[in-house]
């Protein structure tokens, strides 16, 4: 019987961080990027790109239908897609992630088919994909579901307009995908504005491609007839990687530097962040946040972008665990992304979890504890606790974490946590 190594962290708290932190592109960027690619029947180069397990799988999906991937370093990825020769993505694999669903928007602009398994990803609630098959559905496609997977089908596909009934930043980019090399001009209105959805627009435009507006409500596409490609573009830096350690330094009461991001994508939590009580200063591409004072409390609603980002509400969540008074987490997008408060009540924090909010008890302080990650941003969260707390914690379910965080235990280890990764 084969053995499996569990891996966890193993991190002694009481820390001030110090120092300064190099952000990585944006996974939920990089994850919409690698399948975009499949419309540009050619070579593409993209750089800063995240080494996740998000964006690995991603690339083995696409050499599965026909793509040639070449590591040039490890950010840095060639992808000629001349011979994609399959329109059907592997089941098992497209189930482990999001935004496998990517592959559906860009499969069925260069090919007119796509046969993609529903997609997986973080448990934070329902998560329908009902606004994605609408845009489909209006630019001609046939969509069905059917034993665990999408199939969608489209003789031609022609531009139209297309409001959205909730802002997603899924079925925005996977509109837009779609109707890249649809006849005629596409409209998605009530678009969503994240970093990321813009960062996708311009790859495209770089490739050929004639989007505009990305980046407000309303999306115009025209469609051209074929991306050249035979061109390379960065990966935007990862907002919410720098707002995890933005948050981190409050919490711990400590001063980092974080460089390389984009200071503007933050301008929500930066408000928060002075409100919380701490410092912050903001350079061209860096950000440098320190205090050395206890928490304000302070009330959270979670909103699409340029409101409070939901993938840092957990991080958040942290702070407000041990600040002066009480506090209130409002959480609009997800119905269920609380589950991280009863690890953090394991290590003494007082929070009441009601569903859609949480109210947040502050306490002087929070101790170790064996915690688990039940998602991505909530590992991020249990990390910075676990480097506050007195006393040593152990996190498991790593998995989660290693598919958005590029080297985050080296990252902390920097910057003075005491933290170590074993294997058991
Ligand atoms: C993206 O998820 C991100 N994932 C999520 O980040 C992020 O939390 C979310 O956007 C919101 O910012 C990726 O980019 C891969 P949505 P997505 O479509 O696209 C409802 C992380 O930690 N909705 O914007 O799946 C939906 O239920 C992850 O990096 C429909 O009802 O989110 C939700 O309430 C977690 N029907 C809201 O809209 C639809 O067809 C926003 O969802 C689509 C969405």
């Known amino acids: 019987m084969g053995v499996i190594f569990l891996d966890k962290l193993v991190i002694k708290g009481n820390t001030k961080l110090k120092g300064e932190v190099h952000i990585s592109g944006a996974k939920n960027a990089a994850v919409a990027l690698i399948p975009a690619t499949l419309l540009i029947e050619g070579v593409c180069t993209i750089t800063n790109v995240p080494n996740i397990s998000d964006v690995k799988i991603s690339c083995e999906i696409l050499e599965q239908l026909g793509s040639k991937i070449t590591w040039i370093s490890n950010n840095e990825i060639i992808i000629d897609n001349t011979d994609i020769n399959c329109t059907d993505a592997p089941l098992d694999m497209t189930s482990k992630f999001r935004a496998s669903y990517y592959l559906i928007g860009s499969l069925l602009g260069r090919c007119g088919r796509a046969v993609v398994g529903l997609p997986g990803g973080c448990n934070l609630g329902a ?89 407000t409500d309303v999306i115009k596409v025209n469609g051209v007839q074929k991306l050249q490609g035979n061109a390379s573009y960065s990966v935007v830096p990862d907002q919410i990687e720098a707002g995890t350690f933005m948050l981190s330094a409050v919490a711990t009461k400590g001063d980092i530097t974080i460089r390389n991001c984009i200071p503007e994508h933050l301008d929500c939590l930066t408000a928060k962040i002075i409100e919380l009580g701490a410092n912050v200063e903001v350079d061209n591409d860096s950000i440098r946040v320190w205090t050395n004072k206890k928490i304000n409390s302070t009330n959270i609603k979670t909103q699409p972008y340029p409101g409070f980002p939901t993938d840092l509400q957990p991080q958040m969540g942290v702070c407000l665990a041990i600040a002066n008074g009480t506090s209130i987490i409002r959480e609009d997008i997800w119905d269920s992304r609380f589950q991280y408060t009863a690890e953090l009540n394991k290590m003494g924090a007082q929070i009441t979890d009601q569903g859609k909010s949480a109210i947040f008890q502050g306490v002087k302080e929070l101790y ?55 294997s058991e």
């Not at 837009?176 to 001009?185: E, R």
């Not at 994240?194 to 960062?199: I, L, R, S």
């Not at 990650?373 to 006393?391: M, T």
């Not at 040593?392 to 790593?398: A, G, K, R, Y």
């Open 368 to 422: 170790g504890a064996p915690v688990s990650a039940s998602d991505l941003r909530a590992g991020a969260a249990l990390i910075i606790a676990a480097i506050v707390a007195k006393g040593e914690s152990t996190l498991t379910n790593l998995s989660h974490i290693d598919r958005g965080y590029e080297n985050i235990e080296e990252k902390f280890r920097n910057l003075g946590a005491n933290i170590q990764r074993i």
């Open 127 to 215: 998560r329908p994909i009902d606004q994605h098959i609408k845009g489909f559905e209006a630019l001609g496609t046939k969509v069905e579901i059917a034993q665990g997977k999408i199939s969608a089908s489209a003789k031609n596909l022609i531009g139209t307009s297309i409001y959205m009934d909730m802002v997603s930043v899924g079925a925005t980019i996977n509109v837009m995908l779609a109707s890249v090399l649809a006849k005629g001009t596409t409209i998605i209105e009530n678009a969503a504005k994240e970093p990321h959805v813009v960062d996708v627009a311009n790859f495209l435009n770089t490739m050929g491609a004639d989007i505009r507006g990305a980046g």
